[in-house]
């Protein structure tokens, strides 16, 4: 457990011509710094409107005082009694998303990440009553306030698409940027926000003209700037999972915060992108004020790694917090008031980790909290007043179902979002941290004076050795070893890295988008005629050997073309920014093969099929 102040305040401070136009507040609980806000609180001097819990995705919802889950590593949809003892169970799919809950009609929608499908459950018989057929890869799911539409965004089609909850037929669709996940709408039913994984930011989506527009995230939290890093040292918003609202004026994102370019005293860090004193990747809380035209935000540094897990108790206006790389629960007290202020910590695990993914509150107001690792409800009853000392009441249940993992592979995926000092320097990092869902965080870190982009993983390990973009791993297990000595970790034990390795290799390929297939034949088409197969070809689309091309590494190693959709920018310097580009020869890698003569449908037409991979 993890409990390391992140200390953006002094940060800010420390910058020379920095100045902040609010002030900041920093808020301690008990238990040491956990809370941090900067930025001016955008509540006011009442707690917000109740927000129904239907309203927002989740993987874990309250039934009464018991709970229904969504697990997705077993597939299972489970239904639990207040004291976290599975009750019924019904296979959705494996890898699934997330679901909602209309408790008055006693109906779950469960997104079916992998047969792209709403499952409609009755919760009380704990069948699946029909399926809504939906575009590819759905995610998010979310009602409306008068239980009428579901809301759903789609990952690899990148839509929202609102349906009929009745009758599941489709009422309308918006596009959405690359990699939405989560969904909530206010209780107004005026709007919706879905999170991104890589964009940095959140969709505003207007209900009533389908239209979505991008906030920034977290534009109030001060750069961290680097004079001799070559470029300003910025950093980035990314991994925002989740989104709910406190009443119809206020939201709240948990996300992290990456800094590529390590800063080492105002000269740039070059061995380790683990990080020193300061870590590369913090982890803060979105807050978003909505009137008018303007988006007010403010943002809070939190100590929950990879934070994922939301949930807000009006009746008590407190929110609660959790993430999968510390197990740990932090409440947050007056959330939508001008008085916010932390309140206490939960431990979640004495033992086995648990790698809370889903959070919810019951109508007594306890906190359910999924632990996804051990696969069991944790059940913590908060002091009820601030004046009350005592440390939260912290009751975990029995494991609810088996693991669809060997347990060589359950334990890889617990290495893989533990931040440990194995891994990297001070425990600063996770793999999961620059890898988010087995994928990547679109950025390019600064290694031994290069720009690297982070790598897919998912489905690509198999098959695609050598590692790394110069390719100068020859196996998966040096790549984890060279990985982990770059990050400043200690190195894992031979047992951790074989399962790590296992964990990895695993890993199911990502979903690709819906294309044209008439387009995607063209374009396989031009594929081979242009030459591609003679570097990138086989069941993984490479040969696995080294090329010198323009501008670039001294040799890079054909990559793997398996996901490419999904893994934006482009090259091994992120050069280029979309598939296009990279055809266009606008990124800074040249001479892989000559594009220039291709006309514009050739080069739709192109991407079509690379969509497809
Ligand atoms: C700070 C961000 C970051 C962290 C943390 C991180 N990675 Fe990576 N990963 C990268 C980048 C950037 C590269 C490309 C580096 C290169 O090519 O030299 C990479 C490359 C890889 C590769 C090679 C993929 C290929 O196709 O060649 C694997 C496998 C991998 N990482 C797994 C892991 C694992 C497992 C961990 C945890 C032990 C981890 N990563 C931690 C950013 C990160
Ligand atoms: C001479 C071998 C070779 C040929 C021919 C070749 N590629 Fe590549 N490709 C590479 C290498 C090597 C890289 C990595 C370059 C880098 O980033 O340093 C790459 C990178 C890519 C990427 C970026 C992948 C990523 O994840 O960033 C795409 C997409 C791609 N190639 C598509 C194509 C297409 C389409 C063609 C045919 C028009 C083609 N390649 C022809 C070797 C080749």
Redesign the pocket.
């Known amino acids: 457990m993890r409990t390391r102040s992140l200390a953006l305040g002094v940060l800010a401070a420390a910058v020379p011509g920095l100045t902040l136009a609010k002030p900041m507040i920093r808020l301690e609980s008990g238990s040491g710094p956990a809370f941090q806000l900067v930025g001016r609180p955008l509540g006011g001097a009442r707690p917000a409107a109740p927000t129904p819990a239907y309203l927002t995705g989740a993987r874990i919802m309250a039934d009464g005082e018991g709970a229904l889950v969504i697990d997705a590593d077993s597939g299972a949809l489970l239904r639990t009694d207040a004291g976290g003892k599975g009750l019924a169970q019904v296979a959705i799919a494996r890898d699934a998303g997330l679901m909602t809950f209309d408790a008055a009609a006693r109906i779950a929608y469960v997104a079916d990440r992998r047969n792209d499908r709403i499952a409609v459950v009755h919760t009380d018989t704990m069948t699946v009553a029909s399926s809504i057929a939906t575009p590819a890869e759905p995610y998010g799911v979310a009602l409306t306030p008068d239980r009428s539409q579901l809301l759903v965004s789609t990952i690899a089609d990148r839509t929202l698409v609102a349906y009929d909850a009745a009758t599941g037929r489709e009422r309308w669709r918006t596009a959405l940027g690359s990699e939405p996940r989560g969904l909530a709408v206010s209780p107004d039913g005026t709007r919706a926000l879905v999170a991104y994984l890589t964009t940095g930011t959140v969709d505003q989506i207007d209900l009533r003209a389908h239209r979505a527009d991008p906030i920034a995230l977290g534009h109030e939290t001060p750069a961290r700037r680097c004079r001799h890093c070559g470029n300003d040292g910025d950093s980035f918003a990314r991994g925002a999972f989740a989104v709910t609202f406190l009443g119809n004026q206020m939201a709240v994102a948990p996300f992290q915060r990456?800094v590529?370019v390590q800063d080492n005293g105002g000269a740039e860090r070059a061995g380790s992108?683990?990080g020193g004193s300061e870590s590369?990747?913090t982890h803060q809380l979105a807050f978003f004020r909505f009137g008018g035209e303007l988006t007010e935000q403010a943002t809070a540094a939190i100590s929950q790694h990879q934070p994922r897990a939301v949930a807000w108790d009006p009746e008590r206006d407190a929110l609660y917090v959790a993430g999968l790389g510390s197990d740990t629960v932090i409440q947050i007290r007056n959330a939508s008031q001008a008085s916010i202020a932390a309140g206490r910590i939960a431990g979640l695990s004495a033992g086995d980790a648990c790698g809370p993914d889903g959070l919810a509150v019951t109508a007594s107001g306890r906190v359910l909290a999924w632990c996804s690792f051990t696969r069991s409800v944790v059940r913590i009853d908060f002091p009820a007043s601030e004046a009350d000392r005592g440390a939260p009441a912290v009751a975990p249940g029995p494991a609810l179902i088996a693991s669809a993992m060997t347990a060589r592979q359950h334990d890889g995926m617990v290495?893989?979002h533990a931040a440990s000092a194995a891994?990297?320097e001070s425990g600063n990092?996770?793999?999961?941290?620059?890898?988010p869902d087995n994928r990547?965080?679109g950025?390019?870190?600064r290694?031994?004076k290069?720009e690297?982009?982070?790598?897919?993983?998912s489905g690509?390990?198999v098959g695609?050795h050598?590692?790394?973009?110069?390719?100068?791993?020859a196996t998966?297990r040096d790549?984890?070893r060279?990985?982990?000595k770059?990050?400043g970790?200690t190195g894992?034990s031979r047992r951790d890295t074989d399962a790590?390795a296992a964990y990895?290799e695993a890993l199911p390929a990502v979903r690709t988008p819906t294309r044209d297939p008439a387009q995607v034949a063209r374009g396989r088409k031009v594929f081979d005629s242009e030459g591609c197969r003679s570097c990138h070809d086989g069941p993984t689309y490479t040969d696995q050997q080294r090329h010198k091309l323009a501008g670039t590494l001294r040799e890079s190693?054909t990559?793997?073309l398996l996901g490419v959709a999904a893994s934006a920018p482009y090259f091994?310097d992120g050069s280029a920014a979309t598939l296009e580009a990279l055809l266009r020869d606008r990124g800074a890698v040249h001479g892989m093969a000559d594009t220039a003569r291709l006309t514009a449908h050739e080069v739709a037409d192109l991407t079509a099929f690379l969509d497809t991979l």
């Open positions: 990456e590529p992108y683990g590369p990747v290495v893989f891994v990297s990092l996770a793999c999961a941290s620059c890898h990547a965080d950025l390019s870190w290694i031994e290069h690297l982009q982070t790598p897919l993983l690509r390990v695609t050598p590692y790394k973009w110069d390719g100068g791993d998966l790549s984890l060279s990985t982990m770059r990050l970790g894992l790590l990895l190693d990559p793997s091994h």
